[in-house]
């Protein structure tokens, strides 16, 4: 449901495709997820959303962030709030939404198809309001994975929805080959 000529903008929630693809059990390569949505359309952006943790000496995401930054990718961040629920459990909060909305509407007029990578519920009057405005409107995330990773109300309002699933052999890493033990030791020969 893609045309070629059409200007497409991607917007991807950060959090929520991480976690999708991880309950599918893959990761996603975003050299290649670029290039699939390139061949799909005329890409003016590729929009990245993430919260980072700030005073950590050492954030995971941070080469990630780095890497997309560096290959064309638009990168948005911001410092993840740290707190302790009354359960005492330490938690992080970084709610990208509002920056991706905001975005996601000044950048309308200039598109034709905007494909967003999250199934959160919430961006449902966001993708009615691009719909009013004429622009289409895909929905990558999952419902193969316990429990679905999208909203019911998303995949509806969506003009068309992509099953992550799908897209694995296209956007998937390979996954990492275990180093091999020496055949003595796995054989418990000594």
Do not use: C
Not at 53 to 65: F, G
Not at 152 to 174: H, K, S, T
């Amino acid at each position: 449901m893609f045309y070629k000529d059409e200007r497409l903008a991607l917007f991807i929630d950060g959090s929520n495709l991480y976690a999708a693809a991880k309950a599918l059990g893959f990761d996603i390569d975003y050299k290649l997820l670029r290039q699939e949505f390139m061949r799909r359309g005329k890409m003016l952006r590729a929009f990245y959303y993430t919260a980072l943790l700030e005073n950590d000496e050492y954030s995971p995401i941070r080469p990630l962030v780095d890497w997309l930054h560096y290959n064309g990718f638009t990168m948005v961040t911001k410092p993840a709030k740290e707190y302790t629920d009354s359960m005492g459990r330490r938690k992080v909060k970084g709610n990208m939404d509002i920056e991706l909305t905001v975005d996601a509407m000044e950048l309308a007029p200039r598109v034709d198809h905007i494909v967003l990578f999250s199934g959160d519920g919430d961006f449902r009057p966001l993708i009615a309001s691009l719909q009013r405005q004429g622009v289409r409107v895909s929905v990558v995330s999952t419902i193969r994975s316990q429990p679905p990773m999208i909203s019911d109300e998303l995949r509806r309002q969506a003009d068309n929805f992509i099953e992550l699933e799908d897209l694995r052999d296209v956007i998937g890493r390979p996954p990492r080959e275990m180093p091999m033990e020496p055949r003595s030791v796995a054989a418990g020969v000594q």
